[in-house]
């Protein structure tokens, strides 16, 4: 059976429980992306505050995380092409993680702006990523209101940002928003089964199984 054939007949097939996972799998990620990339006004506030940064490296550690993103989305969309959404996802999540990580233990301002550009190549490709996986799986009658529904768990990363670093950082000090991303990304690592595993696809149905298993190579169990 073509391809054309078979993503036509998944896209009349209802929204399943695999559906839901795949949104929840991929969400866990989008919602981290948007967690931090919304932490940099409280991270930028208290190393200024203390003199760990000046304005002038504040501003550039701003611009090397957009820069990043627009490097990492670059990338993503070709590797993705070239070796499968699975590989992009579970990569950008490990550059992500690694880079996170290490921000939290950053002994100077240069060495953050460094991580940050990293951490904003993993930040772009999870948009791509994520949105290719959700216009690739989901039924076309059905995909503008999940696609919307995803936009909402990124965009609720601002307040959950701002929240907790109202609560936690007097206390503990701006290295323990990176620590909550790096932690956010383990689990959602975790979550999908540990970096480069080879899953075997579950459809929703029998004949779909059979018939797509290379077109559903992108989503997890």
């Given at each position: 059976m073509s391809a054309i054939s078979v993503g036509a007949r998944l896209d009349r097939l209802p929204v399943t429980r695999l559906h839901r996972k795949v949104f929840?799998?991929?969400?866990?990620?989008?919602?981290?992306?948007?967690?931090?990339?919304?932490?940099?006004?409280?991270?930028?506030?208290?190393?200024y505050k203390t003199g760990f940064s000046t304005l002038a490296q504040s501003g550039l550690f701003i611009s090397m995380t957009f820069v990043g993103m627009t490097l990492g989305a670059l990338l993503t969309g070709f590797l993705g092409d070239r070796y499968?959404?699975?590989?992009?996802?579970?990569?950008?999540l490990i550059v992500f993680g690694a880079a996170a990580l290490a921000s939290a233990v950053a002994p100077d301002m240069t060495t953050l702006i460094v991580l940050r550009f990293l951490m904003g190549l993993g930040l772009g490709a999870e948009v791509v990523v994520g949105y290719s996986i959700m216009a690739e799986f989901f039924p076309a009658r059905i995909r503008g209101r999940w696609s919307g529904m995803m936009c909402t768990v990124v965009t609720a990363g601002l307040p959950v940002s701002a929240f907790l670093a109202w609560l936690l950082v007097p206390t503990f000090g701006w290295r323990v928003m990176f620590l909550l991303g790096a932690l956010g990304d383990h689990t959602d690592l975790h979550a999908r089964g540990g970096p480069f595993r080879r899953i075997?696809?579950?459809?929703?149905?029998?004949?779909?199984?059979a018939q797509g298993r290379r077109h559903l190579q992108c989503c997890w169990p």
């Open positions: 929840n799998l991929v969400g866990v990620g989008m919602f981290f992306e948007g967690f931090d990339i919304y932490i940099a006004a409280s991270v930028l506030g208290a190393t499968g959404r699975r590989f992009t996802y579970q990569l950008n075997r696809p579950r459809t929703v149905s029998d004949s779909v199984a």
